[in-house]
């Protein structure tokens, strides 16, 4: 992986941005990566069938070089929030600005995606879909693979070049789509759930070498995920989301050095901060659970009517 070092060979990032302990209240970071101001989303409109209230009235600076996680109950707005600040969705209400750019639809030169599926074009060789993807970006030819040989080598594929998606196994495709996003070189990686569908050992090694990454770039990340310990071993802060409409309930801040090492995990440290995050959320997950149980109420109701 010492070709990461060649390729993202960076200066640290300046963590000293990080707030301590930040609690209810948001505090504003000084020369964020990205701002998120009173961003509310509801799908549909009121009355409609598909009427949903996504996101409500939510607050948050990203500072540069952080990752920060972003978890919560099923269905409370994460993704919303991730799509957001992509500018893949307008908010209803509020505005999100990257740097000083408010955002006004996708960035492609500032921000890329990952997602839980990896996306690949699967006609198309590794080599290829990296290409591909900075040809849609508009990298110029002459540098795609260049690019494209040093994100491989990045996330240690470089002997799959020329393997289709489908002659890899599910951690090595997030791998591949991690280097196509790492090849575009823009400054924000948004990833939700990006080891999500993979098992526990495969995503605590994707975890080390992201966590390696970090260390190595100034990129500044927004990672959802719903793994409690995927969260305090990867995050510089934990963005705690309410039941839907979700909103920020607290951020927990982990001050641990990246690369952060396995040892980590078996720490005190590690599991205070994963009680408090359980602790945080297990209330939030009932209210959402109680949300979702109110269609067989309903339907239990009227079956008592009927008899
Ligand atoms: N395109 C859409 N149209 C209508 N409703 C939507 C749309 N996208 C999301 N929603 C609704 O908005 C709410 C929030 O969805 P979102 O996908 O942001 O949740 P999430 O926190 O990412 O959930 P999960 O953890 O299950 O991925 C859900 O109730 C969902 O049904
Ligand atoms: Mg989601």
């Given at each position: 992986m010492d070709g990461a070092a060649a390729a993202f060979s960076v200066i640290l990032?300046?963590?000293?941005?990080?707030?301590?302990?930040?609690?209810?209240?948001?505090?504003a970071i000084p020369d964020a990566a990205i701002r998120v101001r009173n961003v509310s989303h509801q799908f549909g409109e009121v009355g409609e069938a598909r009427h949903v209230r996504a996101l409500l009235n939510t607050s948050l600076d990203i500072a540069r070089g952080e990752l920060l996680c972003l978890i919560g109950p099923s269905g409370c707005g994460k993704s919303t929030l991730l799509n957001v600040m992509g500018g893949l969705f307008t908010p209803t209400t509020g505005a999100v600005t990257v740097g000083t750019t408010p955002v006004h639809g996708p960035m492609p030169h500032d921000i890329a995606f990952i997602f839980q599926e990896s996306a690949l074009f699967p006609w198309n060789t590794i080599f290829e879909n990296m290409i591909l993807g900075m040809t849609f970006q508009g990298v110029p030819k002459s540098e795609r693979e260049d690019r494209a040989r040093r994100a491989l080598e990045a996330v240690?594929?470089?002997?799959?070049?020329?393997?289709?998606?489908?002659?890899?196994?599910?951690?090595?495709?997030?791998?591949?789509?991690?280097?196509?996003?790492?090849?575009?070189?823009?400054?924000?990686?948004?990833m939700d759930e990006p080891f999500g569908a993979l098992d526990e050992q495969t995503r605590m090694?994707?975890?080390?070498d992201l966590s390696v990454l970090l260390s190595r770039s100034k990129k500044t990340i927004v990672f959802v995920t719903h793994s409690l310990g995927e969260a305090v071993f990867l995050a510089d802060r934990v963005a705690v989301f309410s039941a839907r409409p979700g909103t920020i309930k607290?951020?927990?801040?982990?001050?641990?050095?990246?690369?952060?090492?396995?040892?980590?995990?078996?720490?005190?440290?590690?599991h205070r901060l994963r009680d408090q995050l359980y602790g945080l959320l297990h209330e939030e997950i009932r209210k959402s659970m109680s949300q979702s149980a109110k269609p067989k109420r309903a339907y239990e109701d009227q079956a008592k009517g009927d008899s």
């Open positions: 990032p300046d963590r000293a941005l990080r707030i301590e302990n930040l609690g209810m209240t948001q505090a240690g594929l470089d002997e799959f070049a020329a393997h289709y998606p489908s002659q890899l196994s599910g951690g090595m495709r997030q791998r591949a789509a991690l280097a196509r996003a790492l090849s575009l070189e823009t400054q924000i990686l948004l090694v994707l975890g080390e607290e951020v927990i801040t982990v001050d641990e050095p990246h690369p952060r090492k396995p040892e980590f995990m078996t720490s005190a440290k590690f």
